[in-house]
Nanobody
Framework: QVQLVESGGGLVQAGGSLRLSCAAS????????MGWFRQAPGKEREKVAV????????YYADSVKGRFTISRDNGKNTVYLQMNSLKPEDTAVYHC?????????????????WGQGTQVTVSS
């Protein structure tokens, strides 16, 4: 497990951009796949994007593909979510999460370490 702290959320108008950051503790950050999830009002938690430990493999939900970019800087123990062309339906609490990858399974199905979240609100 690692400790995760998100930042960068806020209020933005539709069409605008935000970059979320997630700072992680530990000396084994590079071994963890990192994910961004969101919990929107009236909706279940949604997996938004995931990146493998090396950064070489990524996953995006169809709802954000082409608009959001996940990246990481293992030297800074930080993962980012660049969000462009934001829509009101992107409004949610965004959480980052971490899980050890495995050879042949760089994108875990489940995540066990979670940050407390940062609010993103997109106005129309």
């Amino acid at each position: 497990q690692v400790q995760l702290v998100e930042s960068g959320g806020g209020l933005v108008q539709a069409g605008g951009s935000l970059r979320l950051s997630c700072a992680a503790s530990g000396r084994t950050f590079r071994y963890y796949a990192m994910g961004w999830f969101r919990q929107a009002p009236g909706k279940e938690r949604e997996k938004v994007a995931v990146i493998s430990g090396s950064g070489g493999i990524t996953y995006y939900a169809d709802s954000v593909k082409g608009r959001f970019t996940i990246s990481r800087d293992n030297g800074k123990n930080t993962v980012y979510l660049q969000m462009n062309s934001l829509k009101p339906e992107d409004t949610a609490v965004y959480h980052c999460a971490a899980e050890l990858g495995r050879p042949g399974v760089p994108i875990p199905a489940e995540f066990r370490s979670w940050g407390q979240g940062t609010q993103v609100t997109v106005s129309s």
